[in-house]
Nanobody, 126 residues
């Protein structure tokens, strides 16, 4: 059974940093594009970042560009989201997702993703 499990969320003050991890199991995701999405209370799901299996492309939402970095360790089947200079508006549940049928800007669409984690809460206090 395919599973994506996020970890690393928590409470941090504005300006601080967190590193989210997403561990995949059940199959190798080394050939998959991996993405991060987030959903704040009362708001729609929002694309955060994505990259393909070999890092050939990496895309970020404008709201996080320059502050967040997506990376992966294919040997460990794990993808990371390093979040720096956090703001209160970054508060949300963060989800990782995997797909083998998107590339470039097409990976911004949540509907392209086949596998999702359960989410991890990130709260940024002002």
């Amino acid at each position: 059974q395919v599973q994506l499990v996020e970890s690393g969320g928590g409470l941090v003050q504005a300006g601080g940093s967190l590193r989210l991890s997403c561990a995949a199991s059940g199959r190798s995701f080394s050939k998959y594009a991996m993405g991060w999405f987030r959903q704040a209370p009362g708001k729609d799901s929002e694309f955060v970042a994505a990259h393909n299996w070999n890092g050939g492309f990496t895309i970020y939402a404008d709201s996080v560009k320059g502050r967040f970095t997506i990376s992966r360790d294919n040997a460990k089947n794990t993808v990371f989201l390093q979040m720096n200079s956090l703001k209160p508006e970054d508060t949300a549940v963060y989800y990782c997702a995997a797909t083998d049928h998107c590339s470039g800007s097409g990976c911004k669409g949540a509907a392209r993703y086949d596998y999702w984690g359960q989410g991890t809460q990130v709260t940024v206090s002002s």
